[in-house]
């Protein structure tokens, strides 16, 4: 009967041994599964990556192309302008050599064509426009002497240079007529103040 029992007792003992490694089995399975699965996903990711690169690789190479086709257009143009101002300087240098008087050189040019012929239209146009700029203008110059800081030159400066609104005898005329209006008197310092202030 001891035999009988041992015999049971090592049974036993193999049983529990083939449970462990069959639950040893199962967790290495599984471990290798996680691993595939693991795998997988990172070789799927590179290959997204690699194919991202490819299409960023493609692109580049296609604006090269397109930037390499741009240059060689603007070479092409260049060499054509190159001899078109050779030809050019060609041209000049005979007609100087073909001038009585090679040594002179044109500095100023002759008038480009004659005056516009104004019509009745365009008359009415300016005279109406006239006195309605005297105004503005000779508001400016008020406006100006309002802040008490400028001077009849610096004032000058602005409306005639500047702004273009005017001549210089114009300008002068309009401040002739504001000083006899007492619109505006000198202040200190050569400034034009506003007797309106």
Known sequence: MLRLISRLLKQQDNDERWHLLDNALSEAFKRVRNDTKNLFSWIRYVNERADRSDERHEKAERQLA???AAVNALQAELVRINENLETMQKNIQKGHENSPFPDLVRTKSGPKSEPAFRTRFDNKVVAISRPIKKD????????MAEKGQYTTKQIETIIVREKML???TAF???LKELRLRNSIEEGPRSTIISKNN
């Open 66 to 68: 397109e930037q390499k």
């Open 136 to 143: 503005y203008i000779m508001q400016q110059i008020l406006n």
């Open 166 to 168: 005017c001549g210089r």
């Open 172 to 174: 002068y005329d309009y």
